[in-house]
């Protein structure tokens, strides 16, 4: 059975920093993994995804993760953050589709001025 | 226009009541889902709906009944509430099983049993 985990549950930086939320998958076959952000007071929305392909995907609004399969990792960065990223972070798995997704515990991100 | 939207967003009832939870997509998918999220913040999938057929059961009691009106709605059926049944319920939709697909999240409904 596949498995996430989020480290973290709680991530204190100063607005501008670089910041990293980790997570790491468990799983007997190839996955798919994705991040999802949550606002407060909003449904999740998804940031970015791996499918296949470049192991480095990239969101919009400038952050990125990593697929790392030897250490079953999909970290996700952010070179420099902002007080609006502030929020509930969720790394996801799937074997495939009919499965739905599964999820880790999330980190809040906390933005300090 | 909100994409999934969920109704009530906060329920506060009794236990052994019977209870819903609606949901709406305005997307055009023809995939929906139930995900519930614990005390501890974990999200588990319940259910998901493809084409008006139920896909993916997971562990859940049969005290939960997704019932799927049309392809734009995905309504859980809740009797006999519990304590244990109080958390977030999150409705989301995607435009068919495929993970290219993204899931759109409805904004959850905060489930209390007293």
């Known amino acids: 059975a596949q498995s996430v985990t989020q480290l973290d549950s709680q991530v204190p930086v100063f607005e501008e920093a670089p910041v990293e939320l980790r997570c790491n998958y468990s799983s007997s076959v190839s996955v798919y993994l994705f991040w999802y952000v949550q606002y407060p007071n909003q449904g999740l929305q998804l940031l970015l995804k791996y499918l296949s392909g470049s192991t480095l995907v990239e969101s919009i609004n400038g952050f990125e993760a990593e697929f790392n399969k030897s250490q079953t990792s999909f970290h996700l960065r952010k070179p420099s953050v902002h007080i609006s990223d502030t929020a509930e972070y969720f790394c996801?798995?799937?074997?495939?589709?009919?499965?739905?997704?599964?999820f880790g515990k999330g980190t809040h991100l906390i933005i300090q001025p | 226009d909100t994409a999934v939207s969920q109704t009530p967003k906060y329920l506060v009832t009794q236990m052994g009541n019977d209870k819903s939870i609606k949901c709406e997509q305005n997307l055009g998918h023809d995939t929906m889902y139930w995900y519930k999220q614990d005390s501890k913040k974990f999200l588990k999938i319940m259910f998901s709906?493809?084409?008006?057929?139920?896909?993916i059961n997971e562990t859940v009691p049969n005290r939960f009944s997704p019932k799927s009106p049309d392809k734009a709605h995905l309504n859980l059926h809740i009797n006999s509430l519990e304590l244990g049944d109080s958390a977030v319920y999150f409705c989301?939709?995607?435009?068919?099983?495929?993970?290219?697909?993204?899931?759109?999240f409805g904004p959850g409904t905060r489930l209390t049993v007293l």
């Open positions: 709906y493809n084409n008006k057929e139920l896909i």
């Open positions: 996801a798995v799937s074997e495939s589709g009919a499965d739905g997704l599964t």
């Open positions: 989301a939709s995607s435009q068919g099983l495929d993970l290219w697909n993204e899931q759109f």
